[in-house]
């Protein structure tokens, strides 16, 4: 009996310790998403969005150089555009997919289409500020300015819906393991409580309703044999009564 119950007993603290250890990683699961958000997903949009003012702020500053002539302007225009490609290169450090290089491929190329034609307004500029090449030059970079715009904003867009989308895949995983997880302990539970029942009945409740019943015929003078067919505690004990019952009995006659 003694060795049954330790048995259950180690089995309880298994399953206790197996919950922990489940819980733990659980836990670890959920931090590594989080983590996910915080050190890429958030700063990734944050960055892209520098960027994109980055680039805004020095394309105003090359307006107002085209149209007033103003150097310091010029000079803002140049380092918001240092500014941009900085932000860029930490952008690109953040990239661990190939989506993500991809997208940071793409980014470069739009960033350096702006790049050259205002650059180029300005060479046209500073030679002849009256001419049709640098009314043309400024459509054509108007035009990129849109695309660029176009696609920054729909990219952000796409890697916000993503990002949450991969979160919430990641949640959502992590709930259904946790469920199926919990399913199967709770049967387990049931199975050992199921067990520990039937073992408490079988091996303590009715040998001791034996034994019990067999003192009380004995009381009343009607020997009989207890049988208990175990060589534990209580088949140790029914041994000894019934070699008790049987001696008083013969020193009786």
Request: net charge negative; charged share 15%.
């Amino acid at each position: 009996v003694t060795q049954k119950i330790f048995f259950i007993f180690v089995l309880m603290i298994v399953l206790v310790l197996n919950s922990w250890a489940f819980t733990f990683t659980t836990v670890l699961d959920f931090q590594d998403s989080f983590a996910t958000v915080q050190q890429y997903s958030f700063p990734s949009v944050v960055l892209t969005s520098e960027l994109k003012d980055d680039v805004h702020v020095a394309l105003l500053a090359v307006y107002d150089y085209v149209a007033t002539g103003d150097a310091a302007s010029k000079t803002v225009y140049q380092d918001q555009f240092t500014e941009a490609i900085r932000t860029e290169y930490e952008l690109f450090q953040l990239s661990q997919t190939n989506t993500d290089f991809e997208f940071t491929q793409q980014f470069n190329e739009k960033l350096l289409a702006v790049y050259n034609q205002a650059d180029e307004l300005v060479v046209l500029y500073e030679q002849n500020p009256d001419t049709t090449a640098v009314r043309e030059k400024l459509a054509t970079l108007n035009t990129a300015r849109a695309d660029f715009n176009s696609f920054v904003e729909t990219e952000i867009t796409n890697q916000i819906s993503l990002q949450i989308d991969q979160a919430n895949s990641n949640i959502t995983s992590t709930v259904q393991t946790i469920q199926l997880y919990l399913v199967g302990v709770s049967a387990l539970v049931l199975l050992i409580i199921v067990f520990v029942a039937a073992f408490i009945s079988t091996n303590i409740t009715k040998p001791i309703r034996s034994l019990t019943q067999a003192a009380q015929d004995f009381g009343r003078g009607e020997f009989h044999k207890v049988t208990i067919h175990r060589n534990d505690e209580l088949g140790l004990f029914a041994k000894t009564f019934n070699t008790m019952a049987a001696n008083i009995q013969a020193s009786q006659k």
